[in-house]
């Protein structure tokens, strides 16, 4: 993540909407990944073309996204949403907001990667987003369980992974060291791309050597795993422990990890620090800074008496995984 500053020369963070320091109101583009100063009448004016805040700014200030023109449309992150939660409800809109934050988060990598980023609305192959409640936070709702997941495109997250005390007893239940609502933005988004980036024949084969075949049984898989996920002692060779569901539940685990490490790198190198890096393209001088990164990122956590950041260990085969992640990203 990029660091921001506004005219008057204090720092401004990706979520500000506006300048802490002297008020103004900022906006973010993400054709060039730059925060603006808005006007009065909402409006930015970018290299002489006209921009305005996102509509979902001037309705609901869940957005900070600038859009091209003049009129109050739907910035390229909001323009994605299939479903939102029914904001009449309580914390429902709090809720919203932090899953809006993740995502532009999310996409930000994304378009900082180069990767396509084509809506459903345009394209029936393309990405969506739904965010809905069950029965367990919302008697008055249709849906007894909602999971997290993806579908052909469209990633479902349930709105409960908003709110940070229902997210922490998730965590515990489920005994995952690592559990954030940005995670699961992440992880989701790769189930999408495995679809687009595993294109062919020869790579299909080369990810299968290396996370196993996609084509087992998906249900049986994860049915297998819940009834025996007590009991079952988590393989050092895979980066985490629901990585064992299933091939392709590997796959977006080392995708999500991939997306972790590049946006970290990037935000500590704009701080300056030897162990951040920005030349993404470069395997070899990320893992090294990664490593570092993380140690460090590790050691201060434990210093706050806090646990620790990223507590995960990356084995040789996980490792094998990143740079053919990578790989596909950035094809030689």
């Not at 007894?144 to 992974?161: K, P, R, S």
Request: glycine residues 6%.
């Amino acid at each position: 993540m990029k660091n921001f500053s506004c005219t008057c020369g204090h720092i401004l963070f990706f979520e500000n909407t506006q300048c802490l320091s002297c008020g103004k109101a900022v906006g973010f583009n993400p054709t060039d990944s730059n925060m603006y100063p808005v006007e009065s009448d909402n409006s930015v004016h970018i290299r002489g073309e006209v921009h305005s805040l996102c509509k979902n700014s001037d309705d609901y200030d869940v957005c900070n996204w600038l859009v091209p023109g003049n009129k109050s449309r739907y910035c390229i992150s909001c323009e994605l949403n299939h479903t939102i939660p029914n904001l009449m409800a309580e914390n429902r809109r709090r809720w919203w907001k932090s899953l809006e934050q993740a995502k532009r988060r999310l996409l930000y990598s994304l378009l900082s990667l180069n990767l396509p980023i084509v809506g459903k609305h345009l394209d029936k192959r393309g990405l969506a987003f739904e965010f809905i409640e069950d029965k367990r936070t919302n008697p008055g709702v249709f849906e007894d369980h909602v999971n997290t997941g993806h579908d052909d495109g469209l990633i479902t997250i349930n709105i409960a992974e908003a709110d940070r005390v229902s997210r922490e007893i998730t965590r515990q239940y489920t005994g995952e060291l690592y559990r954030t609502l940005l995670g699961h933005f992440r992880h989701e988004s790769g189930h999408y791309y495995f679809t687009y980036l595993v294109s062919n024949d020869v790579l299909k084969q080369q990810c299968r050597e290396l996370f196993g075949d996609e084509r087992n049984d998906y249900g049986a898989a994860l049915t297998y795993y819940y009834e025996n996920k007590s009991t079952m002692a988590k393989n050092p060779e895979l980066i985490s422990h629901y990585a064992q569901a299933h091939p392709v539940e590997d796959w977006a685990e080392v995708w999500s990890h991939y997306l972790h490490m590049v946006d970290t790198l990037e935000t500590a190198a704009e701080f300056s620090m030897q162990q951040g890096s920005t030349h993404l393209d470069d395997i070899d001088e990320l893992l090294i800074k990664w490593s570092e990164l993380s140690i460090m990122l590790n050691s201060l956590n434990r210093s706050m008496g806090l646990e620790d950041a990223y507590p995960f260990i990356l084995s040789e085969q996980t490792l094998k995984k990143l740079r053919f992640v990578h790989g596909l990203i950035y094809p030689s």
